[in-house]
């Protein structure tokens, strides 16, 4: 989780990642931010996340996001 907070921390310095459980849903993160996150998610953790992951749920909080990036580096 810590590797994940410092990559989001990159994105958007401006956010608290760690409260904010609505990061889509208030606008937190934009449709550009999400597209910089999947990259970078994808370099750190190899991982591939394609079109039907890139959901609003899945990237709502850090939690969110760690729950997929676990589930991806299950499958």
Do not use: H, W
């Amino acid at each position: 989780m810590e590797t994940l907070l410092k990559i989001l921390a990159e994105i958007r310095p401006d956010v608290d990642f760690e409260e904010n459980k609505e990061l889509v849903d208030s606008g937190e993160l934009d449709s550009f931010d999400i597209v910089t996150l999947v990259g970078e998610l994808c370099e750190e953790y190899d991982i591939e996340i394609g079109a039907d992951d890139i959901v609003p749920e899945n990237f709502n909080s850090a939690e969110a996001i760690m729950a997929l990036v676990t589930r991806l580096q299950e499958d």
